[in-house]
């Protein structure tokens, strides 16, 4: 629920004028310095072929904005058999991190789960990643060996099509060029977030001999969600490096729980990168006393778990049974209910087959040969995206199945959204003017979409929501003039380094407290209510932070502000995310003052700010104005 509402909004604003390009597009370097260590290139170093050797070991790359895809190199000189390793970044201070800014914590995702990856290059010619980076500006290929490569090109083959802000059908133009700049960045995170069917491959690898599982944080089997106290087996054969397996999970907002596992392998030279941290998996540590050679075998792997009890077997072998209390940390103790799931760690790599699952009493609870399946996963920029960044035709699906769920929490007598029942409703109280505005608006954005395209059975479900909804006006419809006037006087009293605190329980005086451009993404209503002055304070402190730096300057809107105006949660901050592009539509609905009086513009009104905001041309659109 929390973003569903508010992320649909922006995507559909966006993508409501939006054609996402034909596949195929290439991401390339803008820009490259090699030296020692990671550093910032000047814009004296455009991009040109480089080459790495034992002296200068580590190219820098910036892409001048974020970008996704399919990591593409071209050699074109080599010494000898060479390994790179390769890292991804937002922000460039995530460089400098041993595991970037990843790895994804929340979900598998259709890419790759860490920022990090490693080749193998034994010969010229051009070569791939078998994963899709969902996310940065930054990139460092540092030389693992002694020898010498030379880069022709280095690349994203985008999953996201041709993400050119300026060749979109919305345009915005005026004199201030921070205003231009501040527009775009909504624009990038929307566009960011559309994609063509088809163009996510999935990460696991399905084939007879079962499913290859790499360098992805585990992916859970749903319809083992109610499972407890029982027995997993799979076999599983070692392709490189390890594997993760993971039981107990309980699926859920952000859930992180369950009990993971990772085998490694022994890390046969063969098999082995140069860069392979043995201290964070040590080799075969469970079966150090079984001594076998693993890479290339299948095992058969038991795990029970039984009344607080983990026991596991390989090929009948019991390698360990502990009691779980013994292991749990913080306040509460590991669970033995919930789901189990694959995954592998970076640059692991193992096949997985024939799994089943039995209840305590040996009866068959779950089977799958694992050599016909497809992937459960999502796609996520940063993280906790599940459904609602899909493209425009999922997008518009999964609100017409959300539309239902949403029905069944409305309070017969209020009318409200009512989540009492989860005692949680991330935005505010549970039946409270956040939950229920944004719904309006979802409503509204939904039953607008459904009418243009003629889809009645869509149209009607949200419509009659709103229906019994009080009183709708305003920018979600949801407050008069009054209302909306009486909310903004409190304002004064939020203001926080560059923007204005979510609530008065906030403390001021808290350095963590971050400001969210989400709910200042009231920005509209102000520009409405024809308040230039915090209008203008926050365009040019709090959207202006996404701009200051070049080091965390994505090109997109963030997700949390600091009271310094740097990412708010360090390198864990989505810099690209469309909750935060509310400056994108105020800026062409209130600046350039052009907005639709009927749904995509059919009929529209040009009202622009004359005052206040000392422009001297605005263009929106195709449309100049000139104050
Ligand atoms: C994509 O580019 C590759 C290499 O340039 C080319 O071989 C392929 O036909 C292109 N595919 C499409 C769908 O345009
Ligand atoms: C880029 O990816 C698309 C699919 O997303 C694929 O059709 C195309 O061949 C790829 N192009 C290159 C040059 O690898
Ligand atoms: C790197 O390779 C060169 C040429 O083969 C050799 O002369 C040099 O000693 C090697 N350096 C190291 C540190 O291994
Ligand atoms: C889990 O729930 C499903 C219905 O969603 C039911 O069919 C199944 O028997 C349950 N399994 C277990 C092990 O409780
Ligand atoms: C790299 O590739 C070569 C040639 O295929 C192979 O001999 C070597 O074992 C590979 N190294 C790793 C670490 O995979
Ligand atoms: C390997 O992992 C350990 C444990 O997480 C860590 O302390 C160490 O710094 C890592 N080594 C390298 C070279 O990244
Ligand atoms: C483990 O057992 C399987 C049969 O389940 C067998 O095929 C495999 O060779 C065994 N692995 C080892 C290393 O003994
Ligand atoms: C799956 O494993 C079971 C043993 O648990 C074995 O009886 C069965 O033959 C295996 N099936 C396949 C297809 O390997
Ligand atoms: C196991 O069998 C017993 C006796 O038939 C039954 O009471 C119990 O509910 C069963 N447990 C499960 C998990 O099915
Ligand atoms: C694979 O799954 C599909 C869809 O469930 C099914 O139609 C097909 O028969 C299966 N193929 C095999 C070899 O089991
Ligand atoms: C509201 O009323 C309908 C019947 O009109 C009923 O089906 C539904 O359960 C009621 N909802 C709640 C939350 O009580
Ligand atoms: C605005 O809403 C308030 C209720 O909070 C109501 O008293 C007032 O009459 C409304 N004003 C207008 C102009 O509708």
């Known amino acids: 629920m929390k973003f569903l509402s508010v992320d649909f909004v922006l995507t559909f604003l966006v993508a409501s004028g939006y054609h996402a390009t034909a596949s195929n597009h290439s991401f390339n370097a803008e820009r490259v310095v090699v030296g020692t260590s990671p550093s910032i290139p000047g814009p004296s170093s455009p991009y040109r072929e480089f080459t790495l050797t034992l002296l200068s070991p580590i190219a820098t790359l910036d892409y001048g904005a974020d970008v996704a895809g399919v990591p593409t190199f071209e050699v074109d000189g080599l010494s000898g058999p060479a390994q790179i390793e390769v890292k991804y970044s937002e922000q460039f201070t995530g460089l400098l991190e041993p595991f970037s800014d990843g790895p994804s914590l929340f979900v598998s995702s259709l890419a790759n789960s860490f920022q990090l990856g490693t080749f193998n290059i034994t010969g010229l010619g051009r070569f791939s990643s078998d994963f899709i980076q969902g996310r940065q500006r930054w990139q460092i290929i540092r030389l693992l060996t002694n020898s010498t ?8 083959n985008s999953s996201v099509g041709a993400v050119q802000t300026k060749n979109l059908p919305g345009t915005f133009q005026s004199s201030n060029p921070l205003y231009n700049q501040i527009w775009e960045l909504g624009a990038r995170a929307a566009s960011l977030a559309c994609f063509d069917a088809g163009s996510q491959e999935s990460t696991w690898k399905v084939d007879r001999a079962g499913t290859l599982v790499s360098s992805s944080i585990p992916s859970y089997s749903g319809s083992t969600y109610n499972f407890t106290d029982y027995d997993l087996e799979f076999d599983a054969k070692i ?16 859930s992180k729980g369950g009990i993971l596992l990772n085998l490694p392998g022994n890390y046969p030279v063969e098999f082995t990168f140069l860069n392979t941290n ?3 998996f040590p080799p075969s540590t ?17 795990t029970i778990v039984r009344s607080g009890y983990l026991a596991v ?5 019991q390698l360990f049974n502990v009691s779980l209390s013994d292991y749990y940390e913080g306040g509460s103790s590991i669970s033995s209910s919930g789901a189990f799931g694959f995954g592998a760690w970076q640059d692991q790599s193992t096949y997985i087959r024939n799994v089943t699952a039995r209840d305590s009493n040996t009866t068959l609870i779950y089977q799958n040969s694992m050599t016909n399946t497809t992937t459960p996963a999502s796609i996520a920029p940063k993280r906790d995206r599940l459904v609602w960044l899909g493209d425009f035709v999922h997008t518009k699906r999964i609100i017409d199945s959300a539309v239902d769920w949403l029905a069944l929490y409305h309070s017969n007598s209020t009318g409200l959204l009512d989540f009492s029942l989860f005692g949680t409703a991330f935005l505010g109280p549970t039946a409270g003017s956040a939950i229920n505005t944004a719904s309006v608006e979802a409503f509204q954005g939904m039953a607008s979409v459904a009418a243009a395209v003629g889809d009645t059975q869509s149209y009607n479900k949200p419509r009659e929501l709103l229906d019994r909804r009080p009183r709708l006006r305003h920018t979600s419809g949801s407050a008069n003039n009054t209302q909306a006037r009486r909310a903004l006087s409190h304002l004064p009293s939020l203001k926080l380094g560059p923007g204005y605190r979510d609530s008065t329980k906030v403390l001021s005086f808290d350095p963590s407290a971050n400001l969210s451009p989400n709910t200042n993404g009231f920005l509209p209503v102000l520009l409405q209510q024809k308040q230039a002055a915090p209008a203008g304070f926050l365009l040019e402190n709090l959207w202006v932070a996404m701009l200051a730096s070049q080091s965390s300057n994505s090109g997109a809107s963030w997700e949390y502000v600091n009271q310094q105006s740097g990412p708010g949660l360090g390198q864990f901050t989505s810099v690209r995310h469309p ?7 105020a800026l062409t609905n209130y600046i350039a003052g052009i907005r639709p009086l009927s749904f995509g513009y059919g009929t529209w009104v040009v009202d622009p700010a004359y005052v206040g905001f000392a422009l001297d ?4 659109f195709l449309l100049r104005t000139v104050i």
Do not use: C, D, P
Request: proline residues 0%; charged residues 10%.
């Open 149 to 156: 490569v030379r880069f022709r090109s280095v690349s994203f």
């Open 286 to 302: 469970i079966t150090l006393a079984y001594g076998v050679n693993f890479e290339g075998v299948w095992y058969r792997i038991s």
């Open 313 to 317: 077997s390989l090929n009948q072998t």
């Open 278 to 280: 043995k201290t964070l």
């Open 579 to 585: 909750w935060g592009g509310a400056a994108t539509y």
């Open 239 to 254: 392709v490189r490096g390890g594997f993760i397996w993971s039981m107990g999970y309980n699926f859920g907002i952000r």
């Open 617 to 620: 041309h605005v263009t929106g």
